[in-house]
């Protein structure tokens, strides 16, 4: 009787994770990513140590934007086995929920288990720059940009961490960069916002304009055009960019506010009037206006503040 309960024994889980892999195999077959949990949660009931299980459960939790779910799935394989494609798995669903701090923990610990895991690496640096570490991200995306000359979105992402620390000599090179390896509509786009940052209005227009012949589509790209022709007095051309950005997004509050100072250098009261009213109903701030603070959401506030004050002075007088 023993022999044969000691046979009965061995058998059941030889055949049980027979059944789990079978069912593994069905799982990974079908694109319907609930389906695909419920066949997978039946794998775990049969093989409890299924690992594989749990990480392409994590995968479908996470694409359904169940974060946490697979956050939890993730870390039970990385209790029994831990690997770099679980840490970094585990990284990017706690990116998915702003835990900024976890997903850095979790893509180093990626890369200590392979050092040469780019993704993880791209990914420790983006995460660093949201830190706003950005001395440390610089590092990382160069090392990205070592091993992947060709690396657009690290050359973006440092110029952007090179921006935040005023660094704008060595941003400029690097959005340059991006447009040699890829000069489209996006690289232009991001170059000349930049441009927009620190004044160079001339030149920004210029990338503007390239960007738009490309995607004449970015109600963005018309909005800071506007914006660049606004400053170089051009306020026949701000109108038709500004037009042109509230065209695509009725909502433009920045764009109205555009439109009302430039009628208002063309000295169309009436449609710098109208627009100013359009912006401020957008801003719920209608007859009450009383302080600039409240424009303290816009474009204009934030990056052109006494530019933006003058023309309010003037715009608060037609009414």
Known sequence: MKKLRLALFIVIPILSFGQANKLYRKALRTSNLNERISILNQVIDVAPKHLDAYFQRGIAKNDLGDYHGAIVDYSK?????????TYYNRGNSRYSIKDFTGAKEDYAKALIFDENFIDALYSLACVKY?????????????????LAQNSTKAYLFRALSYKALKQYTNALNDYSTAILLEPNADNYYNRGAFLMDIKYYKEAKGDLTKSLRLNNK?????FYRGAANQFLELYDKAVIDFSKAVEYDTTDFDAYLGLAMAYLKLEDTNKAKLNFKRANNILSIGVNLNNIQQYNTTYWFQNQYFYFNNQINELVKLK
């Open 77 to 85: 394989i990385i209790i029994d086995e831990p690997d770099a494609d």
């Open 130 to 146: 949201d830190l706003e570490d950005y001395n440390d991200a610089i590092k990382d995306f160069t090392s990205v940009i070592k």
């Open 218 to 222: 970015n109600a963005y790209a018309y």
